[in-house]
């Protein structure tokens, strides 16, 4: 009996130890869309595979084994499971659990408790059951562990094959459907929602929704959202690497594409500009592309395939002339040259950048045949979008919420607007991410001319922000718990607060 309990008390703990492990694999898989090179290469704190995967692992396969597993009991319970409900809760983008995530967790339960009952139950298979110590056993559970992470990437990749061809014969079908397509560097969310907002006036129309933009998440858009129905689809196109566009292109095969602003946003995937302008014009690789609007600032890149070189021809630079430019922390307001005419236009939505945004949607709804009056209205009533330069006024507060834009260009605008403000300014941020040091270097010196007060999030670029912030308060926050607190101690009537660029905290 005692055997008995102390066998279950053994298999207990294991399954607490390969949770804990399995969950820390999968949410990291999911943070980087299931990419495993990229957790292993990419992750912005790779302290975190030694502290919460490396070490767990060394621990059970040379303590689990002596004096009756004391020692790994005392890890597991005193430090590894405390450890990772410290760092559970300071997450704040937890795990997700979508069919895959149950389906990643079934097969891995199914390697390790096969292991186990093999191991515990069968040693009278093996000639010697001695030869099956504890420290072998241990290896072998870590082995199945490893082997149900792979058959679970493995199975996911068969029926991804299966759920993508499903959703290329969706595309084909729609014979009434016209795609648009929009990639750049930055700002494809916004000139997304925007196209989609004016469109939406006289045609029925579905947009990706929130930030989906790689082509997994595209799939599974077309697959669960498009329908007869619609008659205009908007698909941004995101990229991590050379020929992620290229695949979208030949998914979508859309018949106008936008190529917004290319800059240094992710180099660290991209490496140098010229890889980065060779990826966003695979925009071009469409069979049946109508038209093409490229922000006129934009380079073209250096090779083309043959079979796509008349795409060329198809390029509409943007914006044509711009005049009476008016960016306020109130209002923008500007005129742009359309049919060799000056048209006015003014809208509640902030930012000298967005009026580029705004411009090429002015420039599709012109395309799309919608009269010149109606743009304007639909220009006049944009809703400004979540976490991007949106103005929220409180009783004693101006709130910038500009969390979800991380490029320089941006956060520079966020910052001139902030500028204009007559009080004390306030910022919260942790600087660019995926950025090079000397872009953070003219952020920090920029942030140092226009606010008072500094509070620096995160870990990742406090040491070069706080070097070149020299002239303004700085508060450093390791935490972004704690981030509430802080606001209320530290702030005061009249504040203006700009969120620029909130980071998850596993970056």
Same mark, same amino acid.
């Given at each position: #009996?005692?055997?008995?309990?102390?066998?279950?008390?053994?298999? &207990?703990?294991?399954?607490?130890?390969?949770?804990?492990?399995?969950?820390?694999?999968?949410?990291?898989?999911?943070?980087? /869309?299931?990419?495993?090179?990229?957790?292993?290469?990419?992750?912005?704190?790779?302290?975190?595979?030694?502290?919460?995967?490396?070490?767990?692992?060394?621990?059970? !396969?040379?303590?689990?084994?002596?004096?009756?597993?004391?020692?790994?009991?005392?890890?597991?319970?005193?430090?590894?499971?405390?450890?990772?409900?410290?760092?559970?809760?300071?997450?704040?983008?937890?795990?997700?659990?979508?069919?895959?995530?149950?389906?990643?967790?079934?097969?891995?339960?199914?390697?390790?408790?096969?292991?186990? %009952?093999?191991?515990?139950?069968?040693?009278?298979?093996?000639?010697?059951?001695?030869?099956?110590? $504890?420290?072998?056993?241990?290896?072998?559970? $870590?082995?199945?562990?490893?082997?149900?992470?792979?058959?679970?990437?493995?199975?996911?990749?068969?029926? &991804?094959?299966?759920?993508?061809?499903?959703?290329?014969? @969706?595309?084909?079908?729609?014979?009434?459907?016209?795609?648009?397509?929009?990639?750049?560097?930055?700002?494809?969310?916004?000139?997304?929602?925007?196209?989609?907002?004016?469109?939406?006036?006289?045609?029925?129309?579905?947009?990706?929704?929130?930030?989906? /933009?790689?082509?997994?998440?595209?799939?599974?858009?077309?697959?669960?959202?498009?329908?007869?129905?619609?008659?205009?689809? $908007? =698909?941004?196109?995101? =990229?991590?690497?050379?020929?992620?566009?290229?695949? $979208?292109?030949?998914?979508?095969?859309?018949?106008?594409?936008?190529?917004?602003?290319?800059?240094?946003?992710?180099?660290?995937?991209?490496?140098?500009?010229?890889?980065?302008?060779?990826?966003?014009?695979?925009?071009?690789?469409? *069979?049946?592309?109508?038209?093409?609007?490229?922000? @006129?600032?934009?380079?073209?890149?250096?090779?083309?395939?043959?079979?796509?070189?008349?795409? !060329?021809?198809?390029?509409?630079? %943007?914006?044509?002339?711009?005049?009476?430019?008016?960016?306020?922390?109130?209002?923008?307001?500007?005129?742009?040259?359309?049919?060799?005419?000056?048209?006015? &236009?003014?809208?509640?939505?902030?930012?000298?950048?967005?009026?580029? *945004?705004?411009?090429? =949607?002015?420039?599709?709804?012109?395309?799309?045949? #919608?009269?010149?009056?109606?743009?304007?209205?639909?220009?006049?009533?944009?809703?400004?979008?979540?976490?991007?330069?949106?103005?929220?006024?409180?009783?004693?507060?101006?709130?910038?919420?500009?969390?979800? *834009?991380?490029?320089?260009?941006?956060?520079?605008?966020?910052?001139?607007?902030?500028?204009?403000?007559?009080?004390?300014?306030?910022?919260?941020?942790?600087?660019?991410?995926?950025?090079?040091?000397?872009?953070?270097?003219?952020?920090?010196? %920029?942030?140092?001319?226009?606010?008072?007060?500094?509070?620096?999030?995160?870990?990742?670029?406090?040491?070069?922000?706080?070097?070149?912030?020299?002239?303004?308060?700085?508060?450093?926050?390791?935490? @972004?718990?704690?981030?509430?607190?802080?606001?209320?101690?530290?702030?005061?009537?009249?504040?203006?607060?700009? &969120?620029?660029?909130?980071?998850?905290?596993?970056?």
């Amino acid at each position: #009996m005692p055997d008995t309990l102390f066998l279950l008390w053994d298999i &207990f703990s294991l399954t607490i130890f390969f949770f804990t492990l399995g969950y820390y694999v999968i949410v990291n898989l999911q943070w980087y /869309n299931y990419n495993i090179s990229r957790v292993i290469t990419k992750h912005h704190k790779q302290n975190w595979h030694l502290y919460y995967f490396v070490i767990p692992i060394l621990f059970v !396969l040379f303590t689990h084994h002596l004096y009756h597993s004391i020692i790994f009991y005392i890890y597991l319970y005193m430090v590894d499971v405390p450890m990772f409900i410290l760092w559970y809760k300071r997450l704040d983008k937890k795990l997700i659990y979508t069919a895959r995530v149950k389906r990643y967790f079934t097969i891995l339960a199914v390697c390790v408790y096969c292991m186990v %009952y093999f191991l515990w139950y069968k040693e009278s298979l093996f000639i010697q059951s001695y030869f099956i110590d $504890i420290a072998v056993k241990n290896m072998c559970l $870590i082995v199945s562990f490893c082997v149900g992470v792979y058959c679970s990437l493995i199975c996911e990749l068969i029926l &991804f094959k299966r759920y993508a061809s499903y959703a290329h014969k @969706k595309i084909q079908s729609l014979q009434n459907l016209t795609i648009i397509a929009i990639t750049g560097s930055y700002g494809k969310t916004s000139i997304k929602n925007f196209v989609a907002e004016i469109l939406s006036k006289q045609f029925n129309t579905y947009a990706t929704p929130r930030s989906v /933009n790689t082509y997994k998440g595209l799939v599974s858009d077309i697959n669960q959202n498009l329908t007869q129905e619609h008659r205009i689809y $908007i =698909a941004e196109a995101g =990229a991590r690497n050379q020929g992620d566009i290229a695949e $979208i292109s030949n998914l979508l095969q859309q018949h106008y594409g936008v190529i917004g602003k290319i800059g240094n946003a992710h180099i660290e995937y991209f490496k140098d500009i010229q890889t980065t302008i060779s990826t966003k014009f695979e925009m071009l690789y469409s *069979n049946r592309l109508h038209r093409i609007f490229m922000q @006129k600032d934009n380079t073209l890149p250096h090779e083309l395939p043959q079979k796509f070189q008349e795409n !060329l021809n198809k390029i509409t630079p %943007y914006p044509a002339n711009l005049t009476n430019i008016e960016s306020t922390l109130e209002k923008t307001s500007f005129s742009l040259e359309i049919d060799s005419n000056m048209v006015d &236009f003014e809208t509640q939505i902030l930012g000298r950048f967005n009026i580029d *945004n705004i411009a090429v =949607a002015i420039l599709l709804a012109k395309e799309f045949g #919608m009269e010149i009056t109606q743009i304007q209205e639909a220009i006049k009533h944009l809703k400004p979008i979540p976490h991007r330069l949106n103005k929220i006024v409180t009783a004693n507060k101006i709130i910038l919420d500009d969390s979800f *834009n991380g490029n320089l260009e941006g956060m520079s605008e966020a910052i001139r607007l902030s500028s204009l403000h007559i009080g004390r300014r306030v910022i919260v941020t942790p600087g660019l991410v995926e950025y090079d040091e000397e872009s953070n270097i003219a952020l920090a010196k %920029y942030i140092d001319e226009v606010f008072q007060l500094v509070i620096i999030t995160g870990n990742l670029n406090t040491s070069l922000l706080s070097k070149y912030i020299t002239k303004a308060e700085k508060i450093i926050l390791k935490d @972004k718990a704690n981030l509430e607190s802080t606001l209320s101690e530290s702030g005061k009537n009249g504040d203006l607060v700009l &969120f620029a660029n909130d980071a998850p905290n596993y970056i």
